[in-house]
């Protein structure tokens, strides 16, 4: 199953930057470095686990950010490498359940719609005891994952996204819960924030009125039915 994972990202390398309308990245991006961005200053040691094609190695390194970024997939980073040249000597082939950096090389690491394409549970909590192993005491390891707590999102991630987009395979995520990981990592979850209403296939023209519906069912009690959640742990 690992190298079916490996495969599918290679078979969909060239094509996968034009998976998500830019827009829709662009605005998700966004979303989550604003509850992020206060665990970063300039210069922090970032690693970027399951970095695809680059695109949030590129935006981290742009907040002056020292970022390395590794993939499974030979293919996303021969795209990453094509895409940002100028990010050749930071982002590299590696696997997220055996980081080859040594304890404590980072303040952060980051799994960003990464841990649903892994294949077991075993290794989903591998993966994070890897990045809590490289991250320092004290740094923190931020995972960002779909949420389907939601009924109507769980219809989306799991049937109509993989047949609009190729990233997930139609049936074959493994999708992990906010509430599994607070059953594996107690002490070390710091926080957890729910965001994100908007849809992968929203038009451009409609994003202005999407965001504002989005802001008012963030700030109120149906938060938690979002599309996304961000997890902060804290290395003790």
């Given at each position: ?70 993939d499974f997939s ?43 394409h892994i294949y ?117």
């Open positions: 199953m690992k190298e079916d994972a490996k495969n599918h990202f290679d078979t969909i390398a060239d094509g996968y930057h034009e998976e998500i309308s830019g827009h829709v990245r662009d605005h998700l991006i966004n979303k989550w470095w604003g509850i992020v961005s206060s665990h970063f200053m300039s210069n922090t040691r970032v690693l970027d686990i399951g970095c695809g094609e680059g695109t949030n190695v590129n935006f981290m390194s742009r907040k002056n950010l020292n970022v390395q970024g590794v030979d293919g996303l980073v021969q795209q990453a490498h094509a895409r940002y040249p100028q990010l050749v000597s930071q982002i590299s082939q590696g696997d997220a359940l055996h980081l080859q950096f040594e304890d404590a090389s980072f303040d952060v690491a980051t799994l960003i719609g990464v841990l649903h077991s549970r075993e290794d989903q909590i591998l993966a994070i005891q890897e990045a809590l192993r490289v991250v320092r005491k004290g740094g923190v390891v931020i995972i960002r994952e779909s949420n389907l707590i939601n009924p109507v999102f769980r219809l989306f991630w799991n049937y109509i996204f993989p047949l609009t987009a190729k990233i997930d395979r139609f049936g074959g995520e493994h999708w992990i819960s906010a509430s599994y990981l607070r059953k594996h990592f107690p002490q070390q979850i710091e926080d957890t924030v729910y965001f994100t209403f908007i849809p992968n296939f929203m038009p451009l023209s409609l994003m202005g009125i999407a965001e504002n519906i989005e802001r008012k069912l963030e700030a109120g009690p149906l938060h938690k039915l979002s599309a996304h959640y961000t997890m902060i742990l804290r290395k003790a």
